[in-house]
């Protein structure tokens, strides 16, 4: 018998459902959250938080607080004074933007409710918060900018020292930048002798709720001052805590261990961390602080908040020619590290997949009194695509068509790829056709519009919606020069090194920094393929600046398509820099090497060395060629050349009880182009993760203020994060055009499903119940508010549209409904 | 201050604890039983169930003098003799969690749910883990965990693996 003897090929690491490998030690408890950190001699702190949405300090009595045994001090922001540093806004959006000075601990004055004003340092966590509470803080309360469109109108100033509420005004225009048409012909045109159509949407108020509290340990008794954090940013928060606090960034070291989730919420420096960080530096004792959840809600960043005004043009048969957007967003009381650019990185999305003749987007920034904004799962992009795809459907039924239809006729072919859009960026691949043929298939969705007519027909009490969403986003920011055209902060590449043990382990250093997304498994069986060594030989190290001194971080879809480009690059590299050593050991010209599943051979011989084996020689460095460095590790930073856009069809059906206005998920299938796929396995986790995010924004969430700017909804008994009981299986699956702007042809999937579900499942809601005169409802769409739509009971809710309407609207104009909104109550 | 004696993950165990000390920060801060966790501060999340005298208790919610001559299984004694517990065993298989935080609640919950009803349909898991949050996963490969574990061990009882 002869058997192949040729090295067999090793079976494709990638592609492999892999177990994960970071779960053994989740599943058995052996973690390491910032929170189980305990040090010899640490300290734990209290936040004394002001109560008040705005209000002056006028004075801060801590005598009482101080004298309780086992308390160690009281800070007031006037011990800390500059000295704190600040929390940094890295994305002023315009050059003349708005910015309040953030100190991590107010002075004289708090601007949201849930603001430090004093730190309580003691022995126990417990006797820390009790001696919070004897903290006496007088306050003068000022009025409070709480309304977004009366913030932004400058009613009442959430700052009145900058003299307006406005942070920043951005327009992409595509007129202006060449890339189409102006977008006021192009309306003027479709009012003349065409379709018009001009909508409002509230994007409400979102809490992150990452389910691991932040917490922060600094430990200053060490040359360098370490901090142990629960944050998706370990690599920025060194370089600001060096850039505002004075401490050089050599002796600063930050490490996220096992961090419980983030979704953009963990993407800050927080008062939090610099105030702990002040504080173990002052005392020169190791310092902990963790939250509390009601303290996360009202203090962590929250998520979306914007107003959408959209007027829509298109041909009486329903092809768009342009879209015009009005976007007011909320701020908060501060502008986060990327707060003014979320909504901005919405300005390329509205467009989708669609091709438009004209495009405009104007975005203005609003500072409120409220819990600063910032990036949340999609971070700009969900928005947008919600905007898209409500109008959309809106389109479909004006112009009597299948939703899906009237998408098919403006979408971009697949053979139209690479397509520059409207708004100027370059889709890399897709194929919208076959992603939609796929999900159509597998949800019946013929049968289901026949049902659907069927219980129309009858006058069923239940009725039936059909969502839909046909989704892009664009993934892996960024390409470093598109960042600073835009007056980002930093760049957008990211870094990776490799190092060959000599027992033929491989340590993989990478500058993301995974809290969740199994980066520690689809990295290694990236790396095991590139340099065919066993998937369990491959160590992924991460989150750690001593140990990866270089990287970006992980949010906006990131991780793999840059991060991952990273270890591709510096994979070859050490490929590169084994093959001379493995052609002197093999006494082989290096023109006559392959490599191969780990193997350098010379052709037509069986000779041959492994990788590992290069390494171990390199580490005995016996005998190596001249002139040569002995070692073979390697690093690269790769900075992306654009984008990558992932899209995908979802379908949604919905039951309403139009008796009730209840509502049940019946089905939910998404079909995804995410391009090449490393581990379905973790994939498919994300995809399920982000539909439940995205769905619950459309159903169920919602940070609600009263009159007095307080958080109601600021504990898990109020803000309504779904359960397993709220929330059905779903079916997935992928089409795939492979991405080309990465050698993996891969895009992004954290984001995706968060992306494209919200406008699916309200697109469902409405259609359900479109017949009965109803085109919109504000989410979260709750049985209340869909059995007010349905009942006509004050139509559209405390917050009716058509009296706030911009001037482009025309209420007489064609094409608009009148009283017939079923907006709900904001509350 | 109080004496409490109890018996945690098999060992015996002995503090003098304040009165208004909770199970949790008993297991966290005397035991360094950390794998225990914290998500809320209004019982919601159930990140920190553990089993009570065999059954799940969110341990944020008991006094840790309550648990006096009692026994407590955290996340950290369920498996046994360096073999995982099933239900352990069908969260990895089943991709069943993300960052993990509220993995340790979920599967003690989880192992309470097979324990009283070791065949359970996905409504009834979906009913059992009501109590549970979780910001990953969107409960779907929870929910299959969960039927994997059920299928996969001759019943997924506390202490009997499979
Ligand atoms: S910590 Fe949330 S329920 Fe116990
Ligand atoms: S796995 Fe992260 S909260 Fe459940």
Redesign the interface.
């Known amino acids: 018998m002869t058997a192949v003897q040729d090295a067999p090929a090793a079976e494709s690491e990638i592609g492999k459902d892999r177990?994960?490998k970071?779960?053994?030690r989740?599943?058995?408890?052996?973690?390491r959250?910032t929170?189980?950190i305990?040090l010899p001699g640490m300290l734990h702190l209290a936040m004394v938080r002001s109560p008040h949405a705005h209000a002056k300090v006028l004075s801060i009595e801590t005598a009482a607080a101080n004298a309780m045994t086992n308390v160690v001090d009281v800070l007031t922001g006037a011990d800390l004074g500059e000295a704190q540093g600040v929390n940094a806004n890295a994305w002023p959006i315009t050059t003349d933007q708005v910015t309040p000075n953030h100190l991590p601990m107010a002075i004289d004055r708090v601007a949201f409710a849930g603001e430090i004003v004093a730190v309580v340092v003691a022995r126990t966590a417990?006797e820390a918060r009790d001696a919070a509470e004897l903290v006496d803080v007088e306050y003068e309360e000022l009025p409070a900018a709480l309304d977004l469109k009366e913030a932004a109108a400058d009613t009442v100033l959430a700052h009145p020292d900058l003299g307006t509420n406005k942070s920043a005004f951005w327009q992409l225009d595509s007129a202006g930048q060449g890339s189409g048409r102006a977008i006021d012909e192009v309306l003027e045109e479709a009012r003349r002798d065409g379709i018009v159509i001009e909508r409002e949407y509230r994007q409400q108020r979102l809490i992150p709720?990452?389910?691991?509290?932040r917490s922060t340990v600094v430990d200053p008794t060490g040359e360098q001052i370490t901090m142990w954090s629960a944050t998706q940013i370990p690599h920025i928060t060194r370089f600001l805590l060096a850039a505002t606090t004075g401490v050089p960034e050599s002796k600063i070291r930050v490490i996220a261990p096992?961090?419980?989730?983030g979704?953009g919420g963990k993407l800050q420096t927080t008062p939090e961390e610099w105030i702990t960080w002040f504080v173990a530096r002052r005392i020169g004792k190791p310092c902990k602080y963790t939250e509390?959840?009601?303290e996360s809600l009202v203090s962590a960043h929250h998520g979306r908040d914007q107003w959408q005004k959209l007027t829509l043009a298109a041909t009486k048969e329903g092809r768009v020619t342009g879209l015009k957007v009005d976007l007011l967003a909320d701020l908060g009381a501060y502008v986060g590290i990327v707060g003014g650019g979320v909504p901005v990185l919405g300005a390329w999305m509205f467009n989708a997949i669609y091709k438009w003749d004209a495009y405009q987007f104007n975005c203005t920034t609003v500072l409120t009194n409220k819990t600063w904004v910032d990036a949340y799962r999609g971070a700009g992009r969900p928005e947008a695509t919600y905007a898209i795809e409500r109008m959309m459907d809106e389109l479909a039924a004006e112009v009597g068509k299948d939703p899906l239809e009237v998408r098919e006729m403006n979408w971009i072919k697949h053979e139209e790829f690479p397509f520059t859009t409207v708004a100027g960026m370059t889709y890399d691949s897709g194929n919208y056709e076959a992603a939609t043929a796929k999900a159509k298939q597998m949800f019946g969705y013929d049968e289901l519009r026949a049902e659907q007519e069927q219980r129309r027909a009858n006058n069923d009490t239940v009725q039936l919606g059909i969502g839909i969403s046909t989704f892009t986003e664009m993934c892996g920011l960024a390409p470093s020069r598109v960042l600073g055209q835009l007056n980002y902060g930093a760049g957008g590449w990211e870094h990776a090194s490799i190092r060959m043990l000599p027992t033929g382990k491989v340590e993989v250093i990478t500058g993301a920094s995974a809290?969740?997304?199994?980066h520690e498994t689809a990295f290694s069986q990236i790396v095991a393929d590139r340099l065919g060594v066993p998937f369990e030989d491959v160590e992924i190290l991460h989150g750690d600046t001593q140990v990866s001194h270089k990287g970006l971080d992980t949010y906006g879809s990131r991780s793999l398509v840059v991060g991952g480009e990273a270890l591709v690059l510096a994979a070859d590299k050490v490929i590169e820099k084994a093959r001379p050593i493995a052609a002197h050991l093999l006494e082989a010209s290096v023109d006559d090497l392959e490599f191969a599943n780990g193997r350098f051979s010379v052709r037509g011989t069986d000779q041959g060395t492994s990788i590992t084996e290069v390494a171990l020689a390199t580490f005995a460095s016996h005998n190596y060629p001249e002139g040569m460095e002995p070692g073979i590790d390697a690093e690269s930073t790769y900075d992306p050349v654009n984008f990558s856009f992932p899209h995908g069809t979802h379908l949604c059906a919905v039951e309403v009880d139009t008796e009730t206005g209840g509502l049940k998920l019946r089905k939910y299938v998404c079909v995804d182009d995410i391009g090449n796929i490393i581990n379905p396995?973790?994939v498919?986790?994300?995809v399920?993760?982000?539909?439940?995010?995205g769905i619950a924004q459309a159903l169920w969430e919602e940070a609600v203020y009263d009159d007095a700017g307080t958080l109601v909804s600021g504990?898990?008994?109020d803000y309504l994060?779904?359960?397993?009981?709220d929330?059905i299986?779903?079916e997935i699956d992928h089409t795939t055009s492979p991405s080309t702007t990465n050698t993996l042809g891969t895009k992004g999937v954290g984001e995706a499903?968060t992306i494209a579900s919200t406008p699916a499942v309200v697109n469902a809601v409405v259609d359900a119940v479109r017949h009965l005169g109803i085109n919109d409802i504000t989410m979260p769409c709750t049985p209340e508010r869909v059995w007010r739509a349905i009942n006509h009971s004050g139509g559209g809710g405390a917050d009716p549209t058509e009296e706030s309407a911009m001037p482009h609207f025309s209420p007489d104009g064609p094409n608009q409904d009148h009283g017939e909104t079923g907006e709900g109550e904001d509350l | 201050m109080t004496r409490i004696n109890l018996t945690v993950d098999g060992e015996k165990v002995a503090d003098d604890v304040e009165a208004r000390m909770l199970l949790v920060q008993y297991l966290r801060e005397k035991l360094g039983k950390t794998g225990t966790v914290i998500g809320c501060d209004t019982s919601n999340c159930g990140a920190c169930t553990v089993h009570l005298n065999g059954q799940s208790v969110k341990s944020c919610n008991v006094l840790a003098v309550q648990a006096d001559g009692a026994e407590v299984t955290t996340i950290e004694g369920l498996a046994t003799d360096g073999q995982l517990h099933p239900v352990q065993e069908a969260f990895r298989e089943c991709h069943g969690l993300q960052c993990g935080f509220c993995t340790p609640g979920m599967i003690m919950q989880s192992v309470d749910l097979l324990k009283e009803n070791p065949h359970p349909s996905e409504e009834e898991i979906r009913l059992g883990l009501e109590g549970n949050l979780c910001r990953c996963t969107g409960y779907h490969n929870i929910v299959k965990a969960v039927q994997y574990a059920a299928e996969h061990s001759s019943g997924a009882v506390e202490g009997a693996p499979a």
């Not at chain 1, 709720?209 to 509290?213: R, V």
């Not at chain 1, 399920?688 to 995010?693: A, E, P, R, S, T």
């Not at chain 1, 994060?721 to 009981?725: H, S």
């Open positions: 177990r994960r970071e779960d053994q989740l599943i058995t408890g052996r973690t959250w929170d189980n305990a417990a709720a990452f389910m691991e509290p096992d961090v419980g989730g979704f509390t959840r009601s809290h969740g997304q199994g396995l973790i498919a986790g994300q399920h993760g982000g539909l439940v995010q504990s898990f008994v994060l779904p359960t397993a009981a929330t299986s779903f499903g």
